[in-house]
Antibody
Framework: EVQLVESGGGLVQPGGSLRLSCAAS????????MSWVRQAPGKGLEWVAN????????YYVDSVKGRFTISRDNAKNSLYLQMNSLRAEDTAVYYC??????????????WGQGTTVTVSS | DIQMTQSPSSVSASVGDRVTITCRAS??????LAWYQQKPGKAPKLLIY???SLQSGVPSRFSGSGSGTDFTLTISSLQPEDFATYYC??????????FGPGTKVDIK
């Protein structure tokens, strides 16, 4: 079964750090672009970052540039999001997702169940 | 940056109705557009990619059209399981994805 499972969410104080993980199974992880997408409580979806199959390209939404780092370990079939200098506005459910297009973006067809990050004092 | 708008923001409809949702990009994105369905507490589900291609396993009552800046998602005959929020997403390149604000379809 094709599956993504996120972990690492929790409660953190403003200015703190958190590392999210996403474990992939059931497909060749190293063949796909991967993304992090978040959803603040009661709000819409926001793409956060993505990473190319070999990790050579990484892109971020402006609001997290310089604070968040996306990475992957293809040997461990895992995706990561290191989040530093966290702010209240980073509070959200964070999803990892697979883009089904190998060489071009054709939509995110596999999603995890999400992990909740709460930034509050 | 490419901005995405959707209209309407919400629509009330009955089972069997035809529902049309519009998505507009602030600049041309060719056919690099996807549509997602999201139900409360669940992850989004990909419905349409490349503006008009139906994702495998998605019922044929869903269809997408458009190119450039204007796109449409149509549900030809609304079913009870279709009450949800729908998002468009531009994917002009891997370098920046943007979602629309969403359209909530609820029961009339």
């Amino acid at each position: 079964e094709v599956q993504l499972v996120e972990s690492g969410g929790g409660l953190v104080q403003p200015g703190g750090s958190l590392r999210l993980s996403c474990a992939a199974s059931g497909f060749t992880f190293s063949s796909y672009w991967m993304s992090w997408v978040r959803q603040a409580p009661g709000k819409g979806l926001e793409w956060v970052a993505n990473i190319k199959q070999d990790g050579s390209e990484k892109y971020y939404v402006d609001s997290v540039k310089g604070r968040f780092t996306i990475s992957r370990d293809n040997a461990k079939n895992s995706l990561y999001l290191q989040m530093n200098s966290l702010r209240a506005e980073d509070t959200a459910v964070y999803y990892c997702a697979r883009d089904q297009g190998i060489a071009a973006p054709y939509g995110m067809d596999v999603w995890g169940q999400g992990t909740t990050v709460t930034v509050s004092s | 940056d490419i901005q995405m708008t959707q209209s309407p923001s919400s629509v009330s409809a009955s089972v069997g109705d035809r529902v049309t949702i519009t998505c507009r990009a602030s600049q041309g994105i060719s056919s690099w557009l996807a549509w997602y369905q999201q139900k409360p507490g669940k992850a989004p589900k990909l419905l349409i990619y490349a503006a008009s291609s139906l994702q495998s396993g998605v019922p044929s009552r869903f269809s997408g059209s458009g190119s450039g800046t204007d796109f449409t998602l149509t549900i030809s005959s609304l079913q009870p399981e279709d009450f949800a929020t729908y998002y468009c997403q531009q994917a002009n390149s891997f370098a920046l994805f943007t979602f629309g604000p969403g359209t909530k379809v609820d029961i009339k």
